[in-house]
């Protein structure tokens, strides 16, 4: 969470994930998967994110 502005970005945030959540489900209905990388986790633990990716694609 970024440390500025924090109510404003809470929000944001909180819209996005619901947005993400319904897309998702469109996509799901139309037989696709979705992997979701949020750009902060890449940056903590790029490693993770790889691993999860060769997870998700091996699924």
């Known amino acids: 969470m970024p440390k500025t502005r924090m109510e404003y970005w809470r929000q944001k945030l909180e819209r996005t994930v619901q947005r993400d959540k319904e897309k998702n489900r469109e996509l799901a209905v139309d037989g696709w998967h979705v992997f979701t990388a949020w750009e902060c986790e890449s940056k ?4 993770k994110i790889v691993e999860q990716i060769h997870k998700f694609l091996r699924e």
């Open 44 to 47: 903590e633990a790029p490693g």
